[in-house]
């Protein structure tokens, strides 16, 4: 295997969790050049990755001319493709790019039939309703070829760049990273709860740093956190940092509190004390990974509270949850009752339970 590519045709959380299994491929064929083709805009966890050679982007839309310059592109250009998703263009994308495929079928469905004539090695995917983490499955797709030198597998965040002078000369030891934003209303906890988290952290002394994107639905909603106290007491870094910087950021901080979100996967990654607050989602298959965890991570399917290695989930305890559904009405923007009813209070408590004193 001299070429390889792996293809993570999905958002930027999964595109993170692909690393352990390109580490995994990096430590089985040191030799190997390896590219990681994924959508545009997506790929920004990778960057400066030391086990990935090169980074392609290709448009989540291409037409048929993308589509037919994608594939002169790729013809037969690699060894072996490592298809991370499901979907049919993944599958083809990874049928005309290489010699070997080894790729993952989701339980059940129509098109398995063809995609496993394509396949050298299969892994079938029980979905959101499967107990198997994502990083386990993904890890399967090498396991013709695995040994025992495999290591710990590892969530590889991207390498730190220095941060913004300003934003560095603000930050305090112990400070406490506050990620309030969703990219989906149905995995959105309230702003009201995140208002309360924030006044009880700043109440008690401690630093909170907020992130998040420049884009307007980030900026809605971390809106109504920024009149809790002046800099530098609540300091404001979202839109401000790429991923790169963001990782560094959330290695120094003392606790990371966030929702079912790629920054919450960096933030475990990162080694930081991490709590995330779970609502429809399956925790067992999408929980951050625990930083320096060895197989197999056991998290329960549902529990008030449960803590392996650096993650903490908190979810509620209504007999739906989790339902592995787009919230309560099963669309990106619906609500989402399990989340509704985490309070504050209960955030709150797991979190100073994590944190020291705050430095005087």
């Not at 980074?55 to 690699?78: N, S």
């Not at 390498?159 to 934003?181: K, N, R, S, Y």
């Not at 989790?322 to 009813?341: E, F, K, T, V, Y």
Request: net charge positive; proline share 9%.
């Amino acid at each position: 295997m001299n070429r390889i590519l792996v293809i993570a045709t999905r958002q930027i959380g999964d595109v993170l969790l692909t690393t352990p299994l390109v580490r995994a491929a990096r430590r089985r064929w040191p030799q190997a050049r390896i590219e990681v083709i994924g959508f545009a805009g997506t790929l920004g966890m990778l960057r400066g990755n030391p086990d990935i050679d090169q980074l392609v982007e290709t448009p989540a839309r291409l037409g048929w001319t993308g589509f037919w310059r994608l594939v002169r592109m790729l013809w037969r250009a690699y060894d072996l493709a490592l298809i991370t998703q499901p979907g049919d263009r993944a599958h083809l994308m990874g049928w005309f790019a290489a010699r070997r495929r080894s790729g993952i079928l989701p339980a059940g469905h129509g098109s398995n039939w063809w995609k496993r004539l394509l396949l050298d090695h299969a892994i079938v995917s029980a979905g959101d309703h499967g107990s198997g983490h994502v990083v386990a499955e993904k890890l399967a797709l090498l396991a013709p070829w695995q040994d025992d030198t495999a290591g710990i597998p590892a969530v590889v965040p991207p390498p730190a760049t220095p941060l913004p002078d300003d934003v560095e000369q603000a930050l305090q030891p112990g400070f406490v990273a506050v990620h309030a934003p969703s990219m989906w209303p149905y995995k959105q906890w309230a702003p009201e709860s995140y208002r309360q988290l924030v006044a009880a952290l700043l109440a008690r002394g401690h630093q909170v740093v907020l992130t998040g994107s420049a884009g307007p639905r980030d900026q809605a909603c971390i809106a109504p956190l920024r009149d809790l106290a002046p800099a530098p007491r609540l300091l404001d870094a979202s839109g401000r940092l790429d991923f790169n910087q963001l990782s560094g950021l959330l290695a120094r901080a003392a606790l990371y509190v966030g929702p079912d979100t790629s920054v919450s996967h960096l933030a475990a990654a990162a080694g930081v004390p991490t709590i995330a607050v779970f609502g429809p989602t399956n925790p067992q298959r999408w929980s951050p990974w625990p930083a320096g965890a060895p197989m197999p991570v056991r998290f329960e399917r549902r529990a008030l509270e449960q803590t392996v290695g650096n993650v903490t989930l908190l979810q509620a305890g209504l007999p739906c949850v989790p339902c592995g559904r787009a919230g309560c009405h099963d669309h990106n923007q619906s609500h989402s009752d399990c989340l509704a009813i985490i309070s504050a209070e209960k955030v709150v408590e797991a979190a100073l339970a994590r944190l020291p004193p705050p430095q005087r």
